[in-house]
Nanobody
C-alpha cells in the first residue's frame, strides 16, 4: 500500500503561482512513477504532469511552459510548481502514484482544491 498526502492548494489570482506537494509513504520502493491529475466540475479527470523514477517528465499541452513537476527522492515527495495560472486551471488536483507489483496499481491522494480567480 502507498499513502499519499497532498498540500499547497488554495485561491490565487490569474497570473499568480502555487506549489503543490505530495508526500508518499508505505510501500514506496514499488513506485515507478508519480504524477498530478486534475478534475474540474463536470469534466473528466485529466493528467497534468507526471515524472518517472528515471526522471522522465510528461505534461499536458495546456500546462507546458507554465507548470513544472519535480521530486525530492530523499523526502519521497513530488512537487508541482504552477506559474502563470489561468481561471481554466481551477480544479481539484489529485496526486497519483503508480506501482508495479505483480501488475500496475494506482494510488490517489485525497485531492486539493486550486481556484484561480480572474
Amino acid at each position: 500500500q502507498v499513502h499519499l498526502v497532498e498540500s499547497g492548494g488554495g485561491l490565487v489570482q490569474a497570473g499568480g503561482s502555487l506549489r503543490l506537494s505530495c508526500a508518499a509513504s508505505g510501500s514506496i520502493d514499488s513506485i515507478i512513477a508519480m504524477g498530478w491529475y486534475r478534475q474540474a466540475p463536470g469534466k473528466q479527470r485529466e493528467l497534468v504532469a507526471a515524472i518517472s523514477n528515471l526522471g522522465t517528465t510528461n505534461y499536458a499541452d495546456s500546462v507546458k511552459a507554465r507548470f513544472t513537476i519535480s521530486r525530492d527522492s530523499a523526502k519521497n515527495t513530488v512537487y508541482l510548481q504552477m506559474n502563470s495560472l489561468k481561471p481554466e486551471d481551477t480544479a481539484v488536483y489529485y496526486c497519483n502514484a503508480r506501482e508495479y507489483r505483480l501488475g500496475f496499481n494506482d494510488y490517489w491522494g485525497q485531492g486539493t482544491q486550486v481556484t484561480v480567480s480572474s
